[in-house]
């Protein structure tokens, strides 16, 4: 029988009374019956990874080169684009999988893991770009359908698809070149809401009307029936098949990353850029960590590490 812990929830002084653990260099975790586990990280990118303002990962390198040194999968869960995230990827020497648009688009890299375990887990997977890509999201082009037609019924937003680069970099706060690559969108349009009041109730409802969806992060993003914890059970499913046994941790600061956290062993929120935990997220187990966005994940992660990997 696998020996599972009590957590109390600051961060500060998690209390593992009942966990048998023992770790190797490789940081894999072995349970009180010699089960081996391998750690598998997700993460949120921006007010989590990022800096909510300045989009820094300064405060987390601490815990970034542990896990790099360690070789622990670390997968970005964001609500970024492929192309957004493919930048991320490469200012962080990350060659993980990774999930896109909340969820929308599972990108992994092509020698990540065996054709017999992408056959398993994903029946037809597409090729693209040096990825398997599974597609779980809305096209793009249905989206903007349906924001128009909700702008016509009266309702004043303005999406992503109808800025400018310099407008999309002005409400972001991204450079001109990080904000082009937020315009390359396949599954998910944020938006934000114009003039002086909002009747929002009645939007929620028009959205759902058309099967649609919307969930807050940064913005509001409108979107098909996915959300980010699709993309975690599909890969889930692979690194089960690649390692057999696995541990699962999830660091959010947002709703967009319940679903998220609801999938893994360890779900962990950071507080947000107001120096808050989000009340609206509760799940069982829930870690809350001390620290704002990358100051928090920095904390959390090496205080796991340290407890248990």
Same mark, same amino acid.
């Given at each position: 029988m696998?020996? &599972?812990?009590?957590? @109390?929830?600051?961060?500060?002084?998690?209390?593992? *009374?009942?966990?048998?653990?023992?770790?190797?260099?490789c940081g894999i975790?072995?349970?009180?019956?010699?089960?081996?586990?391998?750690? &598998?990280?997700?993460?949120? %990118? /921006?007010?989590? !990874?990022? *800096?909510?303002?300045?989009y820094s990962f300064s405060a987390a390198v601490p815990a970034l080169e542990i896990l790099n040194d360690k070789g622990i999968p670390l997968v970005f869960c964001s609500s970024k684009t492929k192309a957004e995230i493919e930048y991320w990827r490469n200012k962080l020497g990350n060659h993980h999988p990774f999930i896109s648009e909340n969820?929308?688009?599972?990108?992994?890299? @092509?020698?990540?893991?065996?054709? *017999?375990?992408?056959?398993?887990?994903v029946p037809t997977p597409k090729i693209v770009d040096g990825y398997h890509v599974v597609v779980l999201g809305t096209p793009y082009g249905v989206l903007r359908e349906a924001? #128009? /037609? @909700?702008?016509?019924?009266?309702?004043?937003?303005?999406g992503f698809g109808d800025m400018s680069t310099s407008e999309v970099a002005e409400i972001t706060g991204l450079s001109r070149e990080e904000a082009e690559l937020a315009t390359?969108?396949?599954?998910?349009?944020? !938006?934000?809401?114009?003039? $002086?009041?909002?009747?929002?109730?009645?939007? @929620?409802?028009?959205?759902?009307?058309?099967?649609?969806? %919307?969930?807050?992060?940064?913005?509001?993003? %409108?979107?098909?029936?996915? #959300?980010?914890?699709?993309?975690?059970?599909? %890969?889930?499913?692979?690194?089960?098949?690649?390692?057999? =046994? &696995?541990? =699962?941790?999830? !660091?959010? $600061?947002?709703?967009? /990353?319940?679903?998220?956290? *609801?999938?893994? $062993?360890?779900?962990i929120l950071v507080r947000n850029y107001r120096g808050e935990h989000d009340p609206t997220i509760a799940v069982p187990n829930l870690i809350r960590a001390d620290g704002v966005g990358p100051d928090g994940w920095n904390r959390a992660v090496i205080e796991l590490i340290r407890k248990g990997f």
């Open positions: 696998i020996v &599972i812990q009590t957590i @109390l929830v600051d961060i500060h002084n998690i209390n593992y *009374e009942n966990r048998r653990v023992n770790k190797n260099a975790w072995y349970y009180g019956n010699g089960m081996i586990s391998q750690p &598998i990280i997700f993460t949120d %990118l /921006d007010g989590t !990874l990022l *800096e909510h303002e300045t969820g929308g688009g599972i990108f992994i890299p @092509l020698s990540h893991f065996t054709e *017999e375990d992408i056959r398993a887990a924001l #128009n /037609d @909700l702008r016509a019924r009266g309702f004043d937003i303005k390359r969108r396949e599954f998910d349009e944020p !938006l934000v809401f114009q003039g $002086d009041t909002v009747d929002f109730s009645g939007f @929620l409802a028009a959205v759902r009307e058309k099967g649609l969806r %919307l969930t807050q992060g940064r913005f509001y993003h %409108l979107m098909g029936d996915h #959300n980010k914890g699709g993309g975690v059970d599909v %890969l889930k499913l692979l690194y089960r098949r690649k390692y057999g =046994t &696995i541990i =699962t941790i999830a !660091l959010g $600061d947002s709703p967009a /990353d319940l679903p998220m956290l *609801e999938k893994v $062993d360890y779900p």
